[in-house]
């Protein structure tokens, strides 16, 4: 019996408030499994990362082909870039912008792409031979840059620490954070061969005063202001030098 799982099944999506919408891809186990997110706007809509890329997005979820869309990666990881190439508006941070347009598997850290990560492997894969397509940036991202769906605006937050151009994207409305890989409710990676300790702790003490009422993550579920904080002050207490303290 074939257990492999096709386009079809691959991914699923789950409405949240503020026309926000998790897609995800729920037979990759959950430290792997990148959180995809939709914002609806006025104008245009955005997405915030794009998966794997084993299925495309565009073919297989209406709800990212129906209309004009930016696509923005939160960084340029294998699991937050893989569709990237099906959007013709992309946007990424300019540490980054080289990555994304030659996803190298070295650079990608795409060594992680194997046939252990999942629940149960798509139709077609072959860990031997994945690969993310390149994907060229229209808009390259600064700190304080604004996304504007029209009746909504997000502000880039350059969040360096888990890679150097890491960012989230912060709606001063709704005190929506989508975080992207610098703060999820789970293992915050900062081993990899770009992330920095030290300035993973400072990242995490500037973001610690955003007024944030839902963060949305790159992995696990989402969470509120108070877990919000908890998880910053665990990490920062973790790895904080000796004599030092928050302010």
């Not at 202001?225 to 207490?237: G, H, K, S, T």
Request: glycine content about 8%; some cysteine.
């Amino acid at each position: 019996m074939d257990l492999r799982v096709g386009p079809t099944e691959w991914y699923e999506t789950l409405r949240f408030a503020d026309d926000v919408t998790l897609i995800h891809e729920p037979w990759i186990k959950p430290f792997f499994r990148c959180n995809i997110w939709h914002v609806r706007g006025r104008d245009r809509d955005l997405l915030f990362d794009s998966g794997l890329g084993h299925f495309s997005l565009r073919a297989h979820l209406p709800l990212v082909s129906e209309r004009e869309i930016t696509c923005v990666a939160s960084h340029t990881h294998f699991d937050h870039i893989g569709c990237h190439h099906e959007f013709g508006h992309c946007a990424v941070h300019s540490a980054e912008a080289a990555i994304l347009a030659d996803p190298r598997n070295d650079l990608i850290l795409a060594h992680y792409a194997t046939d252990e990560m999942f629940l149960r492997q798509p139709h077609g894969w072959d860990q031997a031979k994945y690969h993310v397509k390149p994907a060229r940036a229209e808009r390259i991202l600064e700190q304080g840059d604004v996304i504007d769906l029209g009746d909504r605006a997000f502000e880039v937050v350059h969040t360096p620490g888990h890679s150097p151009g890491g960012i989230g994207l912060f709606e001063k409305k709704t005190g929506t954070f989508l975080s992207g890989d610098i703060i999820y409710d789970g293992p915050l990676i900062d081993d990899a061969y770009h992330s920095d300790v030290p300035i993973y702790v400072e990242t995490l003490e500037r973001l610690r005063a955003l007024p944030v009422s839902i963060v949305h993550g790159g992995h696990f579920p989402s969470f509120g202001p108070v877990r919000y904080r908890q998880l910053i002050d665990e990490y920062v207490a973790g790895h904080r030098k000796p004599g030092c303290h928050l302010g």
